[in-house]
């Protein structure tokens, strides 16, 4: 989008001065499951500051960059995971399907980053100059692109409560749920945490809202957010479900991969205090 706005649109012969800014975020976070898990909760929290500058390729056309820090806190819930293994065979030669549950999985993210966003921003020409205290109307803004983040600091926190194993015997049409000798009943769980390693997340970016004039080289952004992440950085570090149907396995306990996709999700309100200077030359009408 950039490569394409910086190739077509023509510079405006009246420069639009270019902004410095200091901006600051909160959002709501939560991970998107792709396929979707039953019984599955997200929730959490993200906040960042960031310094930036705006190139203007004309008085509504413009490239954002900028350098920042933040950080989110996500947790997931999930109700219980079940395992089907078939045609297993018991000490007396009998068929039994084994049922393996793992009951109130949780895991909890939190993570610092520095990020890096790239933008194309679009705004709409006002009538006359800015100024909310004259009652003058202000400009309409949207910003495009990608945001990269570097996680430095990504903890996790994991719980699977207990473990439940039940065996359904075809052959008889019946069950068994009580034999711990046989690894059949409900045992304790584990707890673990960890750090990742440093690791990058790319983010699809959007960004909307009004953008006021409050001075004579001031300008205050305020927006809505929404940013959505292309990769899951702790695809690695996941385990299948399925591969804790014992007591034992417990012991090494990791995250798991419950579905093929995990994206976080962000969105949130951003405030932008935008600093330029006013040409010398001939005023541009867009000021």
Same mark, same amino acid.
């Given at each position: 989008?950039?490569?394409?706005?910086?190739?077509? +649109? %023509?510079?405006?012969?009246? %420069?639009?001065?270019?902004?410095?800014?200091?901006? /600051?975020?909160? /959002?709501?976070?939560?991970? !998107?499951?792709?396929?979707?898990?039953?019984?599955?909760?997200?929730?959490? #929290?993200?906040?960042?500051?960031?310094?930036?500058?705006?190139?203007?390729?004309?008085?509504?056309? /413009?490239?954002? +960059?900028?350098?920042?820090?933040?950080?989110?806190?996500?947790?997931?819930?999930?109700?219980?995971?079940?395992?089907?293994?078939?045609?297993?065979?018991?000490?007396? *030669?009998?068929?039994?399907?084994?049922?393996?549950?793992?009951?109130? $999985?949780?895991?909890?993210?939190? =993570?610092?980053?520095?990020?890096?966003?790239?933008?194309?921003?679009?705004?709409?020409?006002?009538?006359? =100059?800015?100024?909310?205290?004259?009652?003058?109307?202000?400009?309409? $803004? =949207?910003?495009?692109?990608?945001?990269?983040?570097?996680? #430095?600091?990504?903890? $996790?926190?994991? *719980?699977?409560?207990?473990?439940?194993?039940?065996?359904?015997?075809?052959?008889?049409?019946?069950?068994?749920?009580?034999?711990?000798?046989?690894?059949?009943?409900?045992?304790?769980? *584990?707890?673990? *945490?960890?750090?990742?390693?440093?690791?990058?997340?790319?983010?699809?970016?959007?960004?909307?809202?009004? %953008?006021?004039?409050?001075?004579?080289?001031?300008?205050?952004?305020?927006?809505?957010? $929404?940013? !959505?992440?292309?990769?899951?950085?702790?695809?690695?570090?996941?385990?299948?479900?399925?591969?804790?149907?014992?007591?034992?396995?417990?012991?090494?306990?990791?995250?798991?991969? #419950?579905?093929?996709?995990?994206?976080?999700?962000?969105?949130?309100?951003?405030?932008? +205090?935008?600093?330029?200077?006013?040409? %010398?030359?001939?005023? !541009?009408?867009?000021?």
């Amino acid at each position: 989008m950039i490569f394409f706005a910086m190739n077509t +649109l %023509k510079v405006s012969a009246q %420069k639009t001065p270019h902004e410095f800014s200091i901006s /600051g975020g909160l /959002g709501f976070s939560t991970f !998107c499951f792709q396929p979707s898990v039953k019984k599955a909760a997200s929730t959490g #929290f993200s906040a960042d500051v960031a310094l930036g500058f705006t190139g203007f390729m004309s008085p509504q056309w /413009g490239v954002h +960059l900028g350098l920042g820090w933040g950080l989110y806190n996500v947790k997931t819930k999930i109700n219980n995971l079940t395992t089907v293994i078939p045609d297993m065979v018991d000490k007396n *030669n009998y068929l039994f399907n084994l049922h393996s549950t793992l009951n109130n $999985y949780e895991e909890v993210h939190k =993570t610092m980053f520095l990020y890096a966003p790239v933008m194309l921003q679009f705004q709409t020409k006002p009538k006359a =100059t800015m100024h909310w205290r004259k009652g003058q109307k202000a400009s309409f $803004y =949207t910003m495009a692109g990608a945001k990269v983040l570097l996680l #430095f600091d990504n903890k $996790y926190d994991l *719980n699977v409560e207990s473990l439940t194993n039940a065996a359904y015997y075809p052959e008889f049409d019946n069950w068994a749920a009580t034999q711990i000798f046989a690894g059949l009943s409900t045992f304790d769980g *584990n707890r673990v *945490n960890g750090v990742f390693k440093i690791n990058v997340l790319a983010m699809f970016a959007f960004e909307t809202g009004i %953008k006021w004039r409050i001075g004579n080289t001031l300008y205050l952004y305020t927006g809505l957010f $929404y940013d !959505c992440g292309l990769n899951d950085p702790s695809k690695k570090f996941r385990k299948p479900f399925d591969y804790y149907t014992s007591p034992e396995q417990l012991t090494d306990l990791s995250l798991l991969m #419950f579905s093929e996709k995990i994206n976080l999700m962000t969105i949130g309100i951003k405030l932008r +205090l935008a600093f330029f200077n006013i040409p %010398k030359v001939t005023s !541009c009408p867009y000021h």
